[in-house]
C-alpha cells in the first residue's frame, strides 16, 4: 500500500503557529508519527508540503500513478478550493481529510469543506491523532 500525505498552506508553522489550537508538535513530529504507524500498518509513505494551490494540484496529479490513496490536511484549502476537490475527484484515488483542530467549533468559514462530502472520511479535531486515525481508516479502505 503507498499512501501520499499532503500538507498544505500553512502547516509547515506548526509547533509555533497558533499552538493553543494546533498544538506544540512540528510538522516533522507529525511526519515521524506517520511514518512509525506507516511501518506499523505495512504502508509505504510519502508526505509533502506546499503553501502553493498549484503545486498541490501538480503533486496529486504525479502521486496518482504511484500511490493507492491521499491523507490530506489542505489548511486553509479546505474552505476554498474547487480545484482542489475537481483534482482529487478526477485521479479516483481515495482520500481522507483530517484537521488538527475541531473545525466545526471555531469561525463559521471553517465549518464548510470542499473536499468533505467526497472524502472517504474525515478526522479533526484530535490534534495530531487527526492524522492517524485518518491514516488507520485510509489503510483500511485501501486494503479492504
Ligand atoms: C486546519 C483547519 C483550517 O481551517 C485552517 O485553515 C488550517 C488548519 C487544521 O488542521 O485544523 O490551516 O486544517
Same mark, same amino acid.
Given at each position: 500500500m503507498n499512501v501520499a500525505v499532503?500538507?498544505?498552506?500553512?502547516?509547515r508553522l506548526l509547533g509555533r503557529r497558533e499552538p493553543d489550537v494546533y498544538g506544540t508538535d512540528t510538522? /516533522? /513530529?507529525?511526519? +515521524?508519527?506517520l511514518l512509525e504507524l506507516a511501518a506499523e500498518l505495512g504502508v509505504t509513505l510519502e508526505t509533502f508540503?506546499?503553501?502553493?494551490? $498549484? %503545486?498541490?494540484? /501538480? !503533486?496529486?496529479e504525479e502521486a496518482s500513478h504511484r500511490v493507492d490513496g491521499f491523507l490530506i490536511n489542505p489548511g486553509a484549502l479546505t474552505h476554498t478550493s474547487?480545484?482542489?476537490? /475537481? +483534482?482529487?475527484?478526477? =485521479? %479516483?484515488?481515495? !482520500? =481522507? %481529510?483530517?484537521?488538527?483542530s475541531n473545525t466545526a467549533g471555531r469561525e463559521r468559514f471553517r465549518r464548510h469543506s470542499y473536499l468533505s462530502g467526497v472524502a472517504? $472520511?474525515?478526522v479533526y479535531g484530535f490534534g495530531v491523532e487527526s492524522y492517524l486515525l485518518g491514516l488507520r481508516g485510509l489503510a483500511a479502505r485501501i486494503g479492504g
Amino acid at each position: 500500500m503507498n499512501v501520499a500525505v499532503i500538507h498544505g498552506q500553512n502547516l509547515r508553522l506548526l509547533g509555533r503557529r497558533e499552538p493553543d489550537v494546533y498544538g506544540t508538535d512540528t510538522l /516533522d /513530529d507529525v511526519n +515521524a508519527r506517520l511514518l512509525e504507524l506507516a511501518a506499523e500498518l505495512g504502508v509505504t509513505l510519502e508526505t509533502f508540503q506546499s503553501n502553493h494551490e $498549484g %503545486e498541490i494540484l /501538480d !503533486f496529486v496529479e504525479e502521486a496518482s500513478h504511484r500511490v493507492d490513496g491521499f491523507l490530506i490536511n489542505p489548511g486553509a484549502l479546505t474552505h476554498t478550493s474547487i480545484g482542489l476537490r /475537481d +483534482a482529487l475527484l478526477g =485521479v %479516483e484515488r481515495p !482520500f =481522507v %481529510e483530517v484537521h488538527l483542530s475541531n473545525t466545526a467549533g471555531r469561525e463559521r468559514f471553517r465549518r464548510h469543506s470542499y473536499l468533505s462530502g467526497v472524502a472517504s $472520511g474525515v478526522v479533526y479535531g484530535f490534534g495530531v491523532e487527526s492524522y492517524l486515525l485518518g491514516l488507520r481508516g485510509l489503510a483500511a479502505r485501501i486494503g479492504g
